[in-house]
């Protein structure tokens, strides 16, 4: 069993950057993939970027090169770095941890981006 609580999300002008952060429970260190997951109304919830237990990074077409995530084991701690956010960016964001066919959600942090 692992808890995750979301953080970082608010309101943010076009073009401008936010820090997510998820905090786990527990260690994270073998936890095999965090990831963080956007749901916009009306539309499915998506993966947007992944990090294995060996620090394998994914990014989805979408955010790449302006998005970032990142593990810091040592605070039991992923982030999601956002940059030059886009109004289509606006989303509610869930951390989520994947290990031996176990799957954990928060509860999701609202992303705003507007003018």
């Known amino acids: 069993q692992v808890q995750l609580v979301e953080s970082g999300g608010g309101l943010v002008q076009p073009g401008g950057s936010l820090r997510l952060s998820c905090a786990a429970s527990?260690?994270?260190?073998?936890?095999?993939?965090m990831n963080w997951y956007r749901q916009a109304p009306g539309k499915e919830r998506e993966l947007v970027a992944q990090?294995?237990?060996?620090?394998?990074?994914y990014h989805a077409d979408s955010v790449k090169g302006r998005f970032t995530i990142s593990r810091d084991n040592a605070k039991n701690t992923v982030y999601l770095q956002m940059n030059s956010l886009k109004p289509e960016d606006t989303a509610v964001y869930y951390c989520?941890?994947?290990?031996?066919?176990?799957?954990?959600w928060g509860q999701g942090t609202q992303v705003t981006v507007s003018a």
């Open positions: 989520n941890a994947y290990s031996r066919s176990n799957s954990y």
């Open positions: 990090i294995t237990s060996d620090d394998i990074t």
């Open positions: 527990r260690s994270i260190s073998s936890i095999n993939y």
